[in-house]
C-alpha cells in the first residue's frame, strides 16, 4: 500500500502536472489533502489514490462573478472546489466536502491560510443539516445496494428488496415534506395479485388535508425507485461483474458512523482508526453469504444504524443551521485579501517537520 511519502512522489509526477498548469489551480491552491480510502483509513492493496483540495478564486472572477466551481481530473481521482463553492457545500453539510475538514493532520499536503481557516472554524459548519445530507447519502448507498442484490435473487426476495429500498427513502420524508401520522403510510408484502408476481407490495394510505403537491413528490419518489429496479446502468453492471458490493455495504456503514460523531461528539473524524479493521471486514466480505449477497445480519446492523441516527437527531445539541454570521466573515475576508492582492503562500506546517509543504506541489524537477 502507498505511504504517504509514496503520494507526495506522486504529485510531483507528470501525471498531476494539471495542479501546476492548470489556470485555475497552482499558487491559487490553498488546501490539498487525500480523498477515498486512504482519508478513510480504508484502503487495500491497489487502492486509488484520490486527491482533494480547495483553490482559491482569482480577484478578476470575484469582479467579475464568474469564477469557477472545481476542476475534476478523472484519470488521477482529483476534486479541487474553489473556495466560494466549497462554502457553500460546506454549508449544506455536503458528506464529500465535510469530510475533507476532518483528515489525519499527516494527509494535508498543503494549507495555506485559508485553508488554515477553514480548517480551525470547521466547527461552523456543522448543524442538523448532517441529518439529511449524510442520511440521505446513506439511503442512496442502501438503495444501489438493495438494487444489485435483487438483481441475483428470486422474484419474492426482489420484491422484498424493493420495499426495504421504499421504506429508507420514507425514512426522511417527515423532514421533506407536510407531516403525516406514522401509519398514516403503510406498504408491505403480500400474496401477489399481479401475473407472474408471487409476492406483491401492496399500500394502505390514510390522509386527510393533505398537501397535493407534496404527496406528487413523495409519490414520485417511490415511483422513480421502483423504476430503478428494471434497469442496469453501466456503471451498475459493472460494479456487479467485479465485485463492489463489499464496497458499498462497508461505505454505507462508514457514513453513519461519521453522521453520528457529528452529531454526538460534534465532530468531523474522516480518518476511521477505531472502526478501520471493522470496516475493512466488511470490505473484505465478512458480511457476505455464500451467492455473494448481504446476509440478513448485515441488514440488522443497518437498521440498528438508522436507530442510532435517529437517537442522535433528537438528542444532538447541534444548532438547526449552521453558523452562518461565522462562515459569511471567513468568506469576505477571505475574498477581500484577494481583491486587495494579498499572498496565499504563507504556509503552515501542520506535519510537524521542517519540509516546505508547497514544494510537495510545485517541485521543479
Keep these: 500500500m502507498a505511504t504517504i ?210 404527496y406528487v413528490n413523495m409519490w414520485s419518489e417511490l415511483n422513480n425507485i421502483v423504476k430503478e429496479y428494471g434497469k442496469i446502468g453501466k456503471r451498475n453492471n459493472y460494479a456487479i461483474l467485479h465485485d463492489k458490493i463489499e464496497e458499498h455495504m462497508m461505505h454505507l456503514v462508514r457514513l453513519y458512523l461519521m453522521a453520528n460523531d457529528i452529531l454526538i461528539k460534534e465532530k468531523i473524524i474522516t480518518y476511521r482508526e477505531k472502526d478501520r479493521d471493522f470496516l475493512l471486514s466488511i470490505r473484505n466480505g465478512a458480511f457476505l453469504d455464500e451467492n455473494n449477497q448481504p446476509t440478513s445480519d448485515f441488514f440488522e446492523m443497518v437498521n440498528d444504524y438508522e436507530m442510532q441516527l435517529k437517537y442522535a437527531a433528537k438528542n444532538t445539541s447541534l444548532p438547526d443551521v449552521p453558523d452562518m454570521k461565522a462562515i459569511n466573515e471567513i468568506k469576505m475576508a477571505v475574498n477581500e485579501q484577494i481583491i486587495k492582492g494579498l499572498d496565499n503562500n504563507r504556509e503552515y506546517d501542520i506535519i510537524n517537520n521542517k519540509d516546505n509543504i508547497m514544494s510537495i506541489i510545485f517541485d521543479e524537477r
Excluded at 484502503?43 to 486527491?51: L, Q, R, T, Y
Aim: charged share 25%; glycine share 6%.
Design 5 to 214: 511519502q509514496e503520494i507526495k512522489d506522486k504529485l510531483k509526477t507528470d501525471e498531476y502536472n494539471f495542479i501546476r498548469n492548470n489556470p485555475h489551480l497552482g499558487n491559487n491552491i490553498t488546501l490539498l489533502t487525500l480523498g477515498g480510502s486512504h482519508a478513510y483509513g480504508t484502503n487495500i492493496e491497489g487502492s486509488d489514490i484520490d486527491i482533494r483540495g480547495c483553490a482559491l478564486n482569482t480577484k478578476e472572477e470575484l469582479l467579475l462573478g464568474n469564477w469557477f466551481e472545481n476542476v475534476v481530473e478523472t484519470k488521477t481521482d482529483t476534486t479541487i472546489y474553489s473556495f466560494n463553492k466549497l462554502i457553500n457545500l460546506l454549508t449544506m453539510a455536503n458528506p464529500n466536502t465535510i469530510e475533507i475538514l476532518g483528515c489525519k493532520p499527516e494527509h494535508y499536503f498543503y494549507v495555506g491560510e485559508a485553508g488554515k481557516l477553514l480548517l480551525d472554524n470547521s466547527h461552523i459548519f456543522l448543524s442538523k443539516r448532517v441529518i439529511q445530507s449524510f442520511g440521505g447519502y446513506a439511503t442512496a448507498q442502501l438503495r444501489r445496494l438493495d438494487n444489485k442484490s435483487a438483481r441475483v435473487t428470486g422474484q419474492a426476495e426482489r420484491e422484498q428488496h424493493i420495499l426495504n429500498s421504499i421504506n429508507n427513502a420514507k425514512y426522511v420524508f417527515p423532514e421533506r415534506y407536510f407531516e403525516y401520522p406514522e401509519d398514516a403510510i403503510s406498504l408491505y408484502l403480500d400474496d401477489a395479485i399481479q401475473e407472474n408476481f408471487d409476492k406483491e407490495i401492496f399500500m394502505d394510505i390514510t390522509l386527510k388535508h393533505y398537501p397535493l403537491r407534496d
